[in-house]
């Protein structure tokens, strides 16, 4: 997936992968003020994308900033549920390691 997502035009990717997971991130975390199950899947998503950006180098890392995250959300407390979510994720032989990222 990384690989192939590597090969996507910058516009492409930007456009139809990240804004969407980044607009989705805004919406729910507006909405709950929290971060659940759907944010954190939407940040392993994120992950996946900023990796395959790596190797293609298409978009600037400031395409993975998202400025609600930063000015609204307790990232302390919101650090301490993804760090439980991942915790029960690998009690329950989900994945681990390269999956687990903490932003």
Do not use: C
Request: net charge negative.
């Amino acid at each position: 997936l990384i690989k192939w997502l590597a090969e996507y035009d910058a516009d492409i990717l930007a456009s139809r992968v990240l804004r969407p997971l980044q607009d989705y991130i805004t919406r729910r975390l507006d909405e709950t003020r929290q971060v659940d199950q759907g944010i954190v899947d939407a940040v392993r998503v994120m992950h996946i994308v900023e990796r395959a950006n790596q190797l293609s180098e298409a978009l600037p890392m400031e395409a993975f900033y998202n400025d609600f995250v930063s000015e609204k959300i307790n990232v302390k407390d919101d650090y301490l549920i993804w760090r439980d979510s991942e915790e029960s994720a690998e009690d329950e032989g989900g994945a681990s390691g390269g999956s687990r990222v903490p932003f």
